[in-house]
């Protein structure tokens, strides 16, 4: 049984916060990863484990203050047997054995709760190790732990559990994304949606991966990622799919030919500068009820110093035509994004606008204006809501 199912459990969710790689096993509440001291004077790593009783997600009792270890006799710094530590075969599992038992009672009512008890023999144990290297540690992080098989995260997401906004983010589950184009602004929205729960993220782009696209993207790509010139989409699905599992790639460009691909989804974010090509996709969204948002940037140089204006256009089922009209047609003569300028501050800050109202859309935040058309000028930075009277 993996940890995840229990985290409503406040002692073992402490725990997994904290950094502590644990599981429930065979009836055990089993510890990993604790660094100890070898009667050689080495530093090791075993595990704690007891019995424990579970009622549907929640540790209702254990045996007493006893506590068992798996590895060799636990030490102190200088190699001697620490003091508690008695020889005591105890079998967890197939394949899993403690060959030692732990017993060092705090006062006659033993420990208050269970993260008491874990966390005492941890430090009795570990901080004979961290004596002789200050670099071990017994709670190595979200990557060690086991995550629930209906998690769409490849690893625990501890800052949702750590805010108590669990609720809140199961809103989440069960919404398909896909994102159509990642040459600046898409690559923001994917970083920002890859970190939610939702199901899927298709990501939608036939263009390569280029040194101008690496300069206005997230994170940093490597030289030999660019020499290689991999397609957009595919390149931040194999990034982005390290921390989310729902991430695929659709490596050609939308036309009224496979416009299918987009069946199933519950949202669409548009980030293509391919502005001809939208009005076809927006066709198919009306026709199909999907709501979308469309993302716009027009930025000019006057004068040696660039200005323009950002956009964010929501379309939802019975509102489309006030997004409709206000989604501009091309128009590259007056606009020089086209030229490559490196703007990788409005793309972040176009992506966040649009994924500040897709949460609002799905009641993640509060919202009270409920608008469609957002914009920020850049010479006055004003963030204006044309819905507002």
Same mark, same amino acid.
């Given at each position: ?55 549907? !997600? ?13 590895? *060799? ?30 017993? *060092? ?46 998690? /769409? ?43 939610? =729960?939702?199901? *899927? ?26 020499? =290689? ?21 659709? =490596? ?36 199909? !009820? ?9 930025? =000019?140089?006057?004068? &040696?110093?660039?200005? &323009?204006?950002?956009?964010? *256009?929501?379309?939802? /089922?019975?509102r489309r035509s006030q997004a409709r009209r206000r989604i501009p ?33 799905? &009641?993640?935040?509060? !919202? ?22």
């Amino acid at each position: 049984m993996s940890s995840a199912p229990l985290v409503r459990d406040p002692d073992l969710s402490r725990l997994l916060d904290d950094g502590y790689e644990v599981v429930v096993q065979a009836g055990h509440l089993i510890v990993r990863h604790i660094p100890y001291v070898t009667e050689a004077g080495t530093v090791q790593h075993g595990f704690l484990a007891y019995p424990v009783i579970i009622s549907g !997600d929640r540790v209702v009792s254990d045996t007493d203050h006893r506590i068992w270890f798996g590895g *060799s006799a636990p030490c102190d710094e200088h190699g001697r047997r620490l003091p508690m530590v008695a020889p005591e075969v105890r079998v967890i599992a197939d394949g899993i054995q403690a060959d030692f038992m732990l017993s *060092s009672k705090p006062g006659p009512s033993g420990y208050p709760d269970q993260y008491t008890k874990v966390t005492a023999y941890t430090r009795m144990i570990a901080d004979q190790a961290q004596a002789l290297d200050k670099t071990v540690t017994a709670t190595p992080g979200a990557a060690w732990q086991e995550v629930d098989d209906n998690s /769409p995260f490849v690893y625990r997401d501890t800052a949702t559990s750590r805010a108590g906004l669990a609720a809140v983010h199961r809103r989440f589950r069960g919404h398909r994304v896909a994102i159509i184009g990642l040459g600046g602004t898409g690559g923001y929205i994917l970083d920002q949606v890859a970190k939610s =729960e939702v199901e *899927s993220i298709l990501l939608i782009d036939g263009d390569h991966f280029d040194n101008h696209n690496a300069f206005r993207a997230p994170g940093a790509a490597s030289l030999e990622t660019l020499r =290689e010139r991999p397609n957009k989409a595919a390149y931040f699905a194999s990034v982005y799919s390290r921390m989310h599992r729902g991430v695929a790639a659709y =490596e050609h460009y939308l036309d009224e030919d496979n416009l299918e691909v987009l069946s199933g989804a519950t949202f669409v974010f548009l980030a293509s500068d391919d502005a001809p090509s939208k009005a076809t996709i927006m066709d198919w969204l009306e026709a199909h !009820d999907v709501p979308f948002i469309d993302v716009g940037m027009g930025v =000019e140089e006057i004068d &040696g110093r660039l200005t &323009g204006l950002l956009r964010v *256009s929501t379309s939802l /089922p019975g509102r489309r035509s006030q997004a409709r009209r206000r989604i501009p047609p091309p128009a590259p003569e007056h606009d020089d994004y086209g030229r490559n300028i490196q703007t990788s501050d409005l793309n972040a800050l176009n992506a966040l606008l649009a994924v500040g109202r897709w949460k609002r859309h799905l &009641g993640i935040y509060s !919202d009270v204006t409920d608008e469609s058309f957002t914009t920020y000028s850049l010479i006055t930075n004003e963030i204006a809501n044309e819905d507002l009277p």
